[in-house]
């Protein structure tokens, strides 16, 4: 395999500094509540519905905020050089 393992300690630490940077960017750029969204079904690997849940809302409302809280994040994050879509991955 060429490049870096994606198993190795600086390969982990890169993806975790990326993550960080990811949920700080997130932090300031999205209203509360889609944050608060995106973090319970991401952060924290909650269903949509157990998401409606803890924010004592419907799955549908849950949905939109992650649907807007994605589109806003991926619309300051495109024009990142080290930003790339779900997919976009080698090979494809």
């Given at each position: 395999t060429e490049g870096v393992d994606?198993?190795?300690?600086?390969?982990i630490?890169?993806?975790?500094e990326a993550g960080a940077a990811l949920w700080q960017s997130a932090a300031?750029?999205?209203p509360d509540r889609q944050?608060?969204?995106l973090w319970l079904?991401?952060?924290?690997?909650l269903s949509?519905?157990?998401v409606a849940g803890r924010m004592e809302t419907t799955p549908v409302q849950v949905r939109v905020s992650l649907h807007r809280a994605r589109l806003r994040?991926?619309?300051v994050w495109k024009d990142r050089e080290d930003w790339k879509?779900?997919?976009?991955?080698?090979?494809a």
């Amino acid at each position: 395999t060429e490049g870096v393992d994606e198993a190795t300690p600086p390969a982990i630490l890169a993806s975790q500094e990326a993550g960080a940077a990811l949920w700080q960017s997130a932090a300031r750029l999205l209203p509360d509540r889609q944050y608060r969204a995106l973090w319970l079904r991401y952060g924290e690997d909650l269903s949509v519905a157990e998401v409606a849940g803890r924010m004592e809302t419907t799955p549908v409302q849950v949905r939109v905020s992650l649907h807007r809280a994605r589109l806003r994040l991926m619309d300051v994050w495109k024009d990142r050089e080290d930003w790339k879509p779900l997919g976009s991955g080698r090979g494809a």
